[in-house]
């Protein structure tokens, strides 16, 4: 949009005859309405001379009662004696009966004897599973056959479920326990399967995840249990 030429005498006029009428419709308004607004911005009640400590008091004198009415009623609650709801209350000894790693089929006590534990023994599980006393010999003998990069080279080899007992980090998410998925147990005995290519090419297109990857969900009332 081009500028406004103010130069132009007929755009000046235009200008001034929008700012008369501007300001004479002003003082219509003002003359109309003039008595209300000085009628509404003056002060008709007597002042009391109120500031604004007078107004905090009065605020909180109105929640003295309640204050008061409280403090009785938690004296008296204090003196009552607390009902148990039950005689015995689980603690943490209790989640672990049946739910070690030797009872949920992780481990085993004669390979760990960590886990031989009794239950009243409430320390923390061992992350790692036993190493192998052969790997572990390779950090003390002389290089350049052994020492810590030929160890940490033959731990990589190993699979992270092979290594610890539950994952650590959220990079063990995709490959922990690959031989238990479904693909592993129904995978070919000879030759080579190239999933994503026969997915692709197929009529139906590739499919998403099967039902027991996704995460568990909470109940509750948009999921009732059957």
């Not at 607004?37 to 004198?61: H, I, N, W």
């Not at 139906?204 to 990857?213: M, Q, T, V």
């Amino acid at each position: 949009m081009p500028l406004i030429d103010f130069t132009d005498p007929a755009v000046i006029k235009f200008l001034v005859e929008n700012y008369d009428r501007t300001a004479r419709l002003r003082m219509k308004w003002n003359a109309f309405y003039g008595s209300k607004l000085q009628e509404a911005a003056t002060l008709s009640r007597p002042e009391k001379g109120y500031t604004t400590y007078d107004v905090f008091k009065e605020t909180m004198r109105g929640g003295m009662p309640a204050i008061r009415r409280d403090h009785i009623t938690a004296g008296r609650n204090r003196k009552c004696i607390p009902l148990r709801d039950g005689a015995h209350i689980p603690a943490v000894a209790d989640m672990k009966k049946g739910h070690s790693i030797v009872e949920v089929g992780l481990g085993d006590s004669e390979e760990d004897p960590r886990l031989a534990r009794p239950d009243t023994d409430l320390s923390i599980d061992p992350l790692m599973r036993v190493i192998d006393p052969e790997q572990r010999e390779m950090i003390y003998k002389e290089l350049p056959f052994y020492g810590r990069k030929v160890y940490l080279k033959s731990r990589s080899k190993i699979p992270p479920e092979k290594k610890y007992y539950f994952s650590e980090c959220s990079a063990w998410d995709y490959g922990w326990r690959l031989k238990d998925s479904y693909f592993s147990k129904n995978q070919p005995s000879y030759g080579r399967v190239w999933r994503l290519y026969r997915d692709v090419r197929n009529r139906s297109g590739p499919h998403p995840d099967p039902a027991h990857y996704n995460s568990a969900e909470i109940p509750n009332v948009n999921k009732c249990p059957k």
